[in-house]
């Protein structure tokens, strides 16, 4: 038998795809929510653009999902310390939605709201090139309430609380206006490479 000596283990490899300060939370998926969880039903779902756009507009469920479906694979890190990897959201690009709306030039900002009334604020360029969601699936089923279901914006590049459970709508402004988070000293944009957890980091 040959045994090698002095071997205590797998070799412990950083992974690459974690930002700083955060651990992988594994198997585990925690549920984060101010509110208690709502019960909508799909066909009671619309979200709506409106604000600094050509064509402020609403969707009903129907309409969303005649959009382009898009996925997302990946990771998604939350302020709290975990990430979780591997996650598979499907849904539509934000950008499809967009499009449709047709963003003015003076649009620089938007704040998501929740049917819930939760908000975040986003710069809008967080929202757009294939790097925003509205989500409708998880794992290949139907996104559940706890998680945000029927639907809720995902922005996976940056800190999780930017992704609005049970999304409602997106007001595009010239301007950056804090959301619920944020007037609370969360960062005004959260990217977790950079660590910008609180408000000055
Ligand atoms: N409407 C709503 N959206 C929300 C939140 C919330 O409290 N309400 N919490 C945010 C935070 S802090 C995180 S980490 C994620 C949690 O999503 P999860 O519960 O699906 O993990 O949702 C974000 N979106
Ligand atoms: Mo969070």
């Not at 799909?42 to 009903?60: C, H, K, N, Y």
């Not at 998680?147 to 007001?171: D, E, M, T």
Request: aromatic content about 12%; glycine content about 10%.
């Amino acid at each position: 038998m040959n045994v090698t000596r002095g071997f205590t283990g797998r070799p412990r490899v950083q992974n690459p795809g974690l930002p700083p300060g955060q651990y992988d939370a594994g198997d585990d998926w925690p549920v984060l929510s101010a509110e208690v969880t709502p019960d909508i039903a799909p066909e009671q779902w619309t979200f709506r653009i409106d604000g600094l756009v050509e064509r402020p507009r609403s969707w009903d469920w129907a309409q969303a999902h005649a959009l382009p479906a898009s996925a997302y694979e990946g990771a998604i890190h939350c302020v709290t310390s975990w990430s979780k990897f591997g996650v598979r959201f499907s849904g539509v690009s934000l950008d499809a939605f967009l499009a449709e709306a047709g963003p003015l030039p003076s649009a620089t900002h938007a704040v998501a709201w929740s049917h819930t009334g939760y908000t975040t604020n986003l710069p809008l360029a967080d929202l757009t090139g294939g790097r925003a969601w509205i989500a409708f699936g998880y794992d290949g089923r139907p996104l559940p309430a706890e998680h945000g279901g029927p639907a809720r914006l995902l922005v996976p590049h940056l800190y999780f609380w930017k992704s609005a459970k049970w999304i409602a709508g997106l007001r595009l402004l010239d301007h950056d206006e804090p959301g619920f988070w944020e007037r609370n000293g969360y960062h005004e944009r959260g990217n977790p490479w950079e660590e910008q957890r609180y408000s000055g980091d």
